[in-house]
């Protein structure tokens, strides 16, 4: 398949892979893995999975706790690896959990520092996770929260636990998870009327807020390009409310570009709100990601169609040196983008539960 994406100006093909590090064939080099703990989540977003749910992963296919952090070890002392995100599904339905990031926060990084810890979470039960995570050595949290009205919430979500995902924002805060991070997506139709109160509910609260243009990792024929809400479209909307200015981003490889807003309203409110622009402008030339499923495969991309399996290898009894190998040689054929904007995109197989966000 080729994609739309254009190399950043000047930029040429590489010979070969960095040794100890996951390069690509585009001088790309993965630091920050995201780690899918479980495919199962306790709701069912619209643009997630059907109501019925789907059909989960066999729990003898999921990677156990030993095989995930000798796959997070290789990943951190042997390929470079210094950011870790465990994502799902909803990470905080894998038992164990605070264990693993124990194990993670125990790893040094190729610089000889601790290795970065975070989740990306809906928060139905984050208060009641978030003590023994925190005291695991979590350092950052994201939460899902695509809108503040109850109707709207369990609509999106076909559950009624907006009251816990805020219980679980205000844990996060007071345990020190700062910043914590909200992320929404927008949707025609659907919440686009939430842009404004969320963007005044988080500057008010001191949450940092991304907004998330709809992509096409949900049931099928669910998406659609030509009626999505854009980023363009998304600031818009927020400039009849807040005075927006571009702020600093401190990550290069960070997918939100950030505005700093002040309230009209009331000036004293301000901070800093994101916007991820993943199909109106795609990121993949600043991409820094690599991807482990559940069932240990890795994934180059969120919209990949091939995938590595490392688990059969462990499995197998492979050394991690050959692990390591094979892992490298997966991130050497990572494609130049998405390729969301061409016309012979396919949406892959596999959903977002079941690749990890």
């Not at 709207?152 to 679980?168: H, K, N, P």
């Not at 949707?187 to 001191?206: G, R, S, T």
């Not at 890795?298 to 091939?306: A, E, M, N, Q, V």
Request: aromatic share 4%; hydrophobic share 40%.
């Amino acid at each position: 398949m080729t994609t739309s994406f254009a190399l950043q100006p000047g930029a040429t093909e590489i010979g070969s892979p960095r040794a100890g590090l996951l390069t690509d064939r585009f001088g790309r080099i993965a630091r920050d893995l995201r780690v899918s703990l479980t495919d199962r989540c306790n709701l069912r977003c619209t643009y997630c999975m059907p109501a019925e749910g789907l059909p989960w992963i066999p729990t003898a296919e999921h990677l156990s706790d030993a095989e995930l952090i000798r796959l997070i070890t290789i990943g951190v002392t042997r390929l470079g690896i210094r950011k870790v995100r465990f994502t799902g599904g909803e990470p905080l339905l894998r038992k164990h959990l605070a264990d693993v990031i124990a194990a993670t926060k125990a790893l040094r990084t190729d610089q000889g520092k601790p290795v970065s810890t975070a989740i990306t979470t809906n928060g139905v039960s984050l208060a009641r996770h978030a003590p023994s995570l925190v005291a695991a050595g979590l350092d950052r949290v994201n939460i899902s929260l695509d809108s503040l009205d109850p109707h709207r919430y369990s609509q999106i979500t076909r559950r009624t636990r907006l009251i816990d995902v805020l219980q679980g924002i205000a844990a996060a805060q007071r345990l020190g998870l700062t910043p914590v991070k909200v992320n929404t997506v927008v949707m025609p139709k659907v919440n686009e009327q939430d842009i404004v109160p969320l963007a005044e509910y988080c500057l008010h609260h001191h949450l940092h807020l991304r907004f998330i243009e709809h992509m096409p990792l949900g049931p099928p024929n669910t998406w659609n390009q030509s009626s999505m809400i854009t980023a363009a479209q998304i600031l818009h909307t927020l400039e009849q409310r807040f005075d927006l200015t571009r702020a600093h981003t401190e990550d290069p490889a960070a997918p939100a570009k950030l505005w700093h807003a002040t309230d009209k309203l009331n000036p004293d409110i301000t901070g800093d709100i994101g916007v991820i622009a993943a199909v109106s402008k795609p990121f993949c030339g600043d991409c820094d990601r690599t991807r482990l499923t559940s069932d240990g495969a890795i994934r180059s991309c969120l919209f990949s169609h091939t995938e590595t399996d490392l688990k059969a290898m462990l499995r197998a009894g492979a050394s991690d040196a050959e692990i390591a190998a094979a892992w490298t040689t997966a991130m050497w054929n990572k494609p130049a983008g998405h390729g969301i904007n061409d016309p012979t995109f396919l949406q892959p197989t596999r959903t977002m539960s079941a690749i990890g966000g």
